[in-house]
């Protein structure tokens, strides 16, 4: 079986990933980079390969994937676009000089339906990075340099609902029950998912190309993960509010209000540069419907119905109480 690597092998992402990756090939099939590779113990236990690098620090990507075929590259963490860019594009050319065939990289469920722009800041980064995949693909020639791809729209996690919500805390909600955001609520909305099927579905996309590269059928191309059904801002925010047992409602604030608000603190800070008002863009594109796209290839992956965004709230809330 080729070699598969992981980086970040150590966020929420990737551990979900590795945790289905285990189930379908061997342990010693995969090597794994993580910023903290201790965290990882288990795995070098169980067989993994475990390297150290850190996106933040470029040098030591180099020869870090060196006898790797296949990497997931998780994206790097944050909203601003151009570091954010640049971490990925090291990455990326530190696999090639390692001779990896094929990345799949995390991209992100904003765009709408496969296109190529958006109005979501926190889109940009992902974007480029997806350009700069094909563009090494369409330029590429000769044996060591057919590096293929496939960009996986990871689609808005549902977990991640406190960022769409003024970091909202069912467990501490408002007093007034009023959830704060420069939107009214209506449609388009989200299809939120649940992260730990993202992780299962992209870790069946990398076994089925690690078994088979050749019949493999999304070679050089961009997916999207989505959940079962569009809601609407409004009925997430009503269905935030059955679970934590309090009528939960929208009250729609100017973008100069919604940056000012306490509770964002230092949050959407980057490196000292505060990017919160870049964030609200979030809304715009929900606005425009980016987030609003049905895909059935999440349950085609599975194999079964992704979870419902009910159930995924129910049970994060019973889990964290």
């Not at 070699?3 to 966020?11: K, N, S």
């Not at 189930?23 to 390297?51: H, I, M, Q």
């Not at 958006?118 to 000769?142: C, D, F, I, N, P």
Request: glycine share 8%.
């Amino acid at each position: 079986m080729p070699q598969i690597c992981v980086f970040p092998a150590a966020g929420a992402l990737g551990t979900s990933t590795i945790k289905h990756l285990v189930k379908l090939v061997p342990a010693s099939d995969l090597v794994l980079v993580a910023r903290k590779p201790d965290a990882l113990a288990e795995l070098a236990r169980a067989g993994a390969t475990v390297r150290r690098a850190d996106y933040e620090e470029p040098a030591t990507l180099d020869r870090v994937f060196d006898g790797v075929d296949v990497l997931f590259l998780v994206s790097y963490a944050s909203i601003e676009i151009q570091f954010r860019f640049e971490a990925h594009k090291h990455a990326i050319d530190a696999a090639r000089r390692s001779g990896v065939k094929h990345i799949f990289y995390s991209s992100l469920g904003f765009a709408g339906d496969l296109a190529k722009t958006s109005v979501a800041h926190v889109m940009g980064a992902h974007l480029k990075t997806e350009r700069y995949l094909a563009e090494l693909q369409e330029s590429s020639s000769g044996p060591h340099n057919q590096m293929t791809y496939t960009a996986v729209r990871e689609g808005i996690y549902a977990e991640s609902f406190p960022i769409y919500t003024s970091w909202l805390d069912l467990h501490h909600p408002p007093t007034t029950n009023e959830v704060l955001i420069p939107h009214p609520g209506d449609g388009p909305g989200v299809t939120w998912v649940k992260r730990d099927e993202l992780g299962e579905a992209t870790a069946r996309l990398i076994a089925d190309y690690a078994r088979d590269q050749r019949g493999f059928a999304y070679v050089n191309r961009v997916l999207l993960l989505s959940g079962p059904r569009e809601i609407s801002l409004r009925e997430t925010v009503e269905i935030l509010g059955r679970v934590c047992g309090r009528p939960l409602a929208i009250r729609t604030v100017p973008v100069e209000d919604f940056v000012k608000l306490p509770q964002h603190g230092k949050k959407f800070f980057y490196h000292g540069i505060d990017l919160t008002r870049e964030w609200a863009t979030a809304w715009d594109a929900i606005r425009r419907g980016e987030t609003a796209v049905v895909s059935p290839l999440l349950g085609q992956i599975l194999g079964r119905e992704p979870e419902s965004y009910e159930t995924t709230i129910q049970a994060l809330y019973d889990s964290s109480g």
